[in-house]
Protein backbone atom coordinates (compact mmCIF):
# COMPACT_ATOMS: atom_id res chain seq x y z
CA UNK A 1 0.00 0.00 0.00
CA UNK A 2 1.14 3.24 -0.64
CA UNK A 3 2.21 5.33 1.78
CA UNK A 4 0.15 8.47 2.41
CA UNK A 5 1.67 12.20 1.72
CA UNK A 6 0.49 15.29 3.05
CA UNK A 7 1.74 18.72 2.04
CA UNK A 8 1.28 22.08 4.32
CA UNK A 9 0.18 25.07 2.50
CA UNK A 10 0.88 28.28 4.23
CA UNK A 11 1.33 28.30 7.84
CA UNK A 12 0.43 25.98 11.10
CA UNK A 13 -0.88 25.32 13.80
CA UNK A 14 2.10 25.85 15.85
CA UNK A 15 2.84 28.84 14.46
CA UNK A 16 -0.39 30.02 14.52
CA UNK A 17 -0.46 30.11 18.22
CA UNK A 18 2.67 31.69 18.77
CA UNK A 19 1.45 34.58 16.35
CA UNK A 20 4.51 33.33 13.89
CA UNK A 21 2.19 35.03 10.85
CA UNK A 22 2.17 38.22 9.02
CA UNK A 23 -1.16 39.58 7.35
CA UNK A 24 -0.08 42.19 4.67
CA UNK A 25 -3.45 44.14 4.20
CA UNK A 26 -2.92 45.20 0.83
CA UNK A 27 -1.72 42.11 -0.39
CA UNK A 28 -4.30 40.27 0.73
CA UNK A 29 -6.39 42.14 -0.79
CA UNK A 30 -4.95 41.82 -4.17
CA UNK A 31 -4.97 38.17 -4.18
CA UNK A 32 -8.63 38.26 -2.92
CA UNK A 33 -9.71 39.84 -6.32
CA UNK A 34 -7.85 37.97 -8.43
CA UNK A 35 -9.22 35.26 -7.43
CA UNK A 36 -12.46 36.85 -7.06
CA UNK A 37 -12.10 37.87 -10.97
CA UNK A 38 -12.04 33.82 -11.66
CA UNK A 39 -13.74 32.43 -8.97
CA UNK A 40 -17.01 33.61 -8.00
CA UNK A 41 -19.52 31.87 -10.08
CA UNK A 42 -19.33 28.75 -7.60
CA UNK A 43 -19.58 30.84 -4.08
CA UNK A 44 -22.54 32.91 -5.67
CA UNK A 45 -24.45 29.91 -6.58
CA UNK A 46 -24.00 28.24 -3.00
CA UNK A 47 -25.38 31.75 -1.62
CA UNK A 48 -28.16 31.28 -3.74
CA UNK A 49 -28.60 28.20 -2.73
CA UNK A 50 -28.37 29.01 0.89
CA UNK A 51 -30.39 32.23 0.45
CA UNK A 52 -33.69 30.05 -0.96
CA UNK A 53 -33.21 27.35 1.62
CA UNK A 54 -33.14 30.11 4.52
CA UNK A 55 -36.56 31.60 2.91
CA UNK A 56 -37.95 27.90 2.89
CA UNK A 57 -37.20 27.02 6.62
CA UNK A 58 -38.23 30.68 8.02
CA UNK A 59 -41.52 30.54 5.97
CA UNK A 60 -42.04 26.58 7.63
CA UNK A 61 -40.87 27.72 11.06
CA UNK A 62 -43.09 30.70 10.92
CA UNK A 63 -46.29 28.57 9.66
CA UNK A 64 -45.61 26.19 12.18
CA UNK A 65 -45.60 29.07 14.99
CA UNK A 66 -48.49 30.44 14.15
CA UNK A 67 -47.47 32.80 10.81
CA UNK A 68 -45.58 35.43 9.93
CA UNK A 69 -47.46 37.79 11.65
CA UNK A 70 -47.04 36.02 14.85
CA UNK A 71 -43.58 35.42 14.87
CA UNK A 72 -42.97 39.19 14.39
CA UNK A 73 -44.84 40.12 17.32
CA UNK A 74 -43.14 37.49 19.39
CA UNK A 75 -39.53 37.43 20.30
CA UNK A 76 -39.24 33.91 21.82
CA UNK A 77 -40.58 32.51 18.47
CA UNK A 78 -37.67 35.11 16.44
CA UNK A 79 -35.30 33.70 18.79
CA UNK A 80 -36.24 30.26 17.88
CA UNK A 81 -36.99 30.84 14.06
CA UNK A 82 -32.47 32.11 14.25
CA UNK A 83 -31.48 29.11 16.12
CA UNK A 84 -33.65 26.95 13.78
CA UNK A 85 -31.57 28.47 10.90
CA UNK A 86 -28.39 28.83 12.55
CA UNK A 87 -28.62 25.14 13.22
CA UNK A 88 -29.68 23.76 9.58
CA UNK A 89 -27.86 26.46 7.27
CA UNK A 90 -24.28 26.77 8.68
CA UNK A 91 -22.92 23.39 7.31
CA UNK A 92 -24.03 24.22 4.07
CA UNK A 93 -22.41 27.83 5.13
CA UNK A 94 -19.14 26.20 5.84
CA UNK A 95 -19.13 24.62 2.58
CA UNK A 96 -19.05 27.97 1.14
CA UNK A 97 -16.20 28.71 3.77
CA UNK A 98 -14.36 25.76 2.52
CA UNK A 99 -14.58 27.49 -1.32
CA UNK A 100 -12.85 30.02 -0.37
CA UNK A 101 -10.20 28.29 1.11
CA UNK A 102 -9.66 26.06 -1.56
CA UNK A 103 -9.42 28.97 -4.12
CA UNK A 104 -6.80 30.31 -1.72
CA UNK A 105 -4.67 27.17 -2.01
CA UNK A 106 -5.49 26.45 -6.37
CA UNK A 107 -8.24 24.41 -6.21
CA UNK A 108 -11.20 24.93 -8.64
CA UNK A 109 -14.94 24.24 -6.85
CA UNK A 110 -18.26 23.86 -7.93
CA UNK A 111 -21.79 24.75 -6.34
CA UNK A 112 -21.69 21.23 -5.04
CA UNK A 113 -19.00 22.47 -2.30
CA UNK A 114 -21.61 23.46 0.08
CA UNK A 115 -22.62 19.74 0.83
CA UNK A 116 -19.33 18.49 0.15
CA UNK A 117 -18.52 18.93 4.15
CA UNK A 118 -21.72 17.44 5.81
CA UNK A 119 -19.59 14.46 7.90
CA UNK A 120 -18.80 17.68 10.27
CA UNK A 121 -22.55 19.20 9.95
CA UNK A 122 -23.57 18.20 13.93
CA UNK A 123 -20.20 19.97 15.45
CA UNK A 124 -20.52 23.14 12.77
CA UNK A 125 -24.07 23.62 14.00
CA UNK A 126 -23.17 23.64 17.44
CA UNK A 127 -20.18 25.17 16.98
CA UNK A 128 -22.33 28.12 15.04
CA UNK A 129 -24.34 28.15 17.67
CA UNK A 130 -21.78 28.51 20.43
CA UNK A 131 -20.39 31.64 18.22
CA UNK A 132 -23.67 33.41 17.93
CA UNK A 133 -24.68 33.35 21.56
CA UNK A 134 -21.72 34.75 23.31
CA UNK A 135 -21.05 37.66 20.39
CA UNK A 136 -24.91 37.99 21.02
CA UNK A 137 -23.86 38.60 24.87
CA UNK A 138 -20.54 40.71 23.84
CA UNK A 139 -22.54 42.80 21.53
CA UNK A 140 -24.58 44.10 24.58
CA UNK A 141 -21.29 45.82 25.43
CA UNK A 142 -20.65 46.76 21.78
CA UNK A 143 -16.67 46.20 22.26
CA UNK A 144 -16.71 42.51 23.54
CA UNK A 145 -18.88 41.98 20.22
CA UNK A 146 -16.95 43.45 17.93
CA UNK A 147 -13.84 41.41 19.14
CA UNK A 148 -15.30 37.71 19.32
CA UNK A 149 -16.83 38.53 16.16
CA UNK A 150 -13.41 38.94 14.81
CA UNK A 151 -11.68 37.20 16.69
CA UNK A 152 -13.82 33.93 15.83
CA UNK A 153 -14.04 34.51 12.26
CA UNK A 154 -12.22 32.14 11.03
CA UNK A 155 -13.35 29.43 13.69
CA UNK A 156 -16.09 27.19 11.48
CA UNK A 157 -13.26 26.25 8.79
CA UNK A 158 -11.22 24.53 12.01
CA UNK A 159 -13.96 22.40 12.38
CA UNK A 160 -14.24 21.25 8.72
CA UNK A 161 -10.18 21.12 7.48
CA UNK A 162 -8.29 20.67 10.93
CA UNK A 163 -11.17 18.03 12.07
CA UNK A 164 -11.17 19.66 15.63
CA UNK A 165 -13.97 19.73 18.81
CA UNK A 166 -15.87 22.91 18.97
CA UNK A 167 -14.19 24.02 21.88
CA UNK A 168 -11.14 23.31 20.77
CA UNK A 169 -11.59 25.18 17.62
CA UNK A 170 -12.99 28.58 19.45
CA UNK A 171 -9.74 28.37 21.89
CA UNK A 172 -7.16 28.26 18.71
CA UNK A 173 -8.76 31.00 17.16
CA UNK A 174 -9.01 33.10 19.83
CA UNK A 175 -4.89 32.45 20.71
CA UNK A 176 -4.20 32.74 16.75
CA UNK A 177 -5.98 35.59 15.91
CA UNK A 178 -4.95 38.09 19.13
CA UNK A 179 -1.62 38.89 17.43
CA UNK A 180 -3.20 40.50 13.88
CA UNK A 181 -6.74 41.35 15.67
CA UNK A 182 -6.26 44.97 14.27
CA UNK A 183 -5.36 43.86 11.09
CA UNK A 184 -8.11 41.52 11.09
CA UNK A 185 -10.91 44.19 11.64
CA UNK A 186 -9.07 46.73 9.44
CA UNK A 187 -9.56 43.76 6.41
CA UNK A 188 -13.25 42.96 7.66
CA UNK A 189 -14.25 46.96 8.08
CA UNK A 190 -12.59 47.60 4.34
CA UNK A 191 -15.46 44.69 3.41
CA UNK A 192 -17.97 46.15 5.29
CA UNK A 193 -17.45 49.62 3.80
CA UNK A 194 -17.66 48.39 0.53
CA UNK A 195 -20.98 46.87 1.28
CA UNK A 196 -22.08 50.04 2.78
CA UNK A 197 -21.03 52.28 -0.41
CA UNK A 198 -23.31 49.65 -2.43
CA UNK A 199 -26.44 50.97 -0.75
CA UNK A 200 -25.01 54.58 -0.94
CA UNK A 201 -27.00 55.27 -4.62
CA UNK A 202 -30.23 54.18 -2.91
CA UNK A 203 -29.93 57.17 -0.28
CA UNK A 204 -28.86 59.69 -2.80
CA UNK A 205 -31.91 59.95 -4.96
CA UNK A 206 -30.62 57.51 -7.64
CA UNK A 207 -33.69 55.65 -9.22
CA UNK A 208 -34.64 52.43 -7.16
CA UNK A 209 -34.28 50.33 -10.01
CA UNK A 210 -30.60 51.74 -10.94
CA UNK A 211 -29.71 51.77 -7.40
CA UNK A 212 -30.72 47.93 -7.11
CA UNK A 213 -28.74 46.92 -9.83
CA UNK A 214 -25.65 48.43 -8.90
CA UNK A 215 -26.44 46.92 -4.98
CA UNK A 216 -26.55 43.44 -6.86
CA UNK A 217 -23.71 43.96 -9.27
CA UNK A 218 -21.29 45.38 -6.29
CA UNK A 219 -22.23 42.01 -4.30
CA UNK A 220 -21.94 39.94 -6.96
CA UNK A 221 -18.30 40.73 -6.54
CA UNK A 222 -18.35 41.57 -2.69
CA UNK A 223 -19.81 38.58 -1.54
CA UNK A 224 -17.34 35.77 -3.23
CA UNK A 225 -14.22 38.70 -2.74
CA UNK A 226 -15.50 38.53 1.20
CA UNK A 227 -15.21 34.45 1.69
CA UNK A 228 -12.25 34.15 -0.97
CA UNK A 229 -10.50 36.85 1.65
CA UNK A 230 -11.56 34.66 4.67
CA UNK A 231 -9.90 31.85 2.98
CA UNK A 232 -6.50 33.76 2.15
CA UNK A 233 -6.49 34.91 5.59
CA UNK A 234 -7.30 31.18 7.09
CA UNK A 235 -4.31 29.68 5.02
CA UNK A 236 -2.22 32.40 6.36
CA UNK A 237 -2.86 32.00 10.24
CA UNK A 238 -3.67 28.65 10.21
CA UNK A 239 -2.58 26.62 6.81
CA UNK A 240 -3.99 24.13 4.80
CA UNK A 241 -3.27 19.91 5.01
CA UNK A 242 -3.66 18.61 1.77
CA UNK A 243 -3.33 15.08 0.68
CA UNK A 244 -0.83 14.88 -2.08
CA UNK A 245 -2.47 12.22 -4.82
CA UNK A 246 -0.55 10.49 -7.45
CA UNK A 247 2.35 9.44 -9.15
CA UNK A 248 5.32 12.33 -9.72
CA UNK A 249 4.10 14.68 -12.73
CA UNK A 250 0.62 13.40 -12.32
CA UNK A 251 0.02 14.50 -8.87
CA UNK A 252 -3.29 16.17 -7.26
CA UNK A 253 -4.30 17.27 -3.90
CA UNK A 254 -7.25 16.97 -1.70
CA UNK A 255 -8.33 18.23 1.83
CA UNK A 256 -7.16 15.58 4.65
CA UNK A 257 -9.55 15.59 6.96
Avoid at 31 to 36: K, R
Avoid at 47 to 70: D, K, Q, R, S
Avoid at 152 to 159: D, F, M, Q, V, W
Avoid at 163 to 179: C, E
Amino acid sequence: MQEKRFVEIGSNLDKAVQGDYKLDVQAIFKEGWTLTKTNKQAILSGLVFVFLMGIIITMVAAEYMGGIETVMQNNQSQVAINLIITVLLWPFIAGIEMMGISHAVGIKTRTGFVFAFLKRSAYTAITALIIASITSIGFYLILPGIYLAVALSLTIPLIVEKNMSPINSIVLSLKATRFQWFKLLQIYSLLLLAALLSLLPGFIGFPPIIAMVIFFVAMGFLAPLYYNIKGILYREIFGVRMQVIGKPGEQDTFFSA
